[in-house]
Nanobody, 126 residues
Framework: EVQLVESGGGLVQPGGSLRLSCAAS????????MSWVRQAPGKGLEWVSAISWNGGSTYYAESMKGRFTISRDNAKNTLYLQMNSLKSEDTAVYSC???????????????????WGQGTQVTVSS
């Protein structure tokens, strides 16, 4: 079955860093662009970042630019999100996601993704 499993979340102090991972299985990973989406307490889904199938193109929400780096290792079927200079407002559940049966590489709104991991909690607090 199609499965995405996130890991790497945790508690970090403001200004700190975390590296999230998303292990993919059950589909041809390098056929798909991949994304990270987050949901903060009491808020809706927020698109964070996306990466093309081969990692050649990356995209970021404005508030993440310069702080977050998305990458992938297709040989390992794994997606990553390096998060630096973390702020309290980055506290959220972070999920990896993709759009099934789509090979266009287009970007989607967060709510349009239909394949999700369970999410990993990131808490930024002193």
């Amino acid at each position: 079955e199609v499965q995405l499993v996130e890991s790497g979340g945790g508690l970090v102090q403001p200004g700190g860093s975390l590296r999230l991972s998303c292990a993919a299985s059950g589909f041809t990973f390098d056929d798909y662009a991949m994304s990270w989406v987050r949901q903060a307490p009491g808020k809706g889904l927020e698109w964070v970042s996306a990466i093309s199938w081969n990692g050649g193109s990356t995209y970021y929400a404005e508030s993440m630019k310069g702080r977050f780096t998305i990458s992938r290792d297709n040989a390992k079927n794994t997606l990553y999100l390096q998060m630096n200079s973390l702020k309290s407002e980055d506290t959220a559940v972070y999920s990896c996601a993709t759009k099934s049966r789509d090979y266009s590489g287009r970007l989607y709104r967060a709510y349009e993704y239909d394949v999700w991991g369970q999410g990993t909690q990131v808490t930024v607090s002193s």
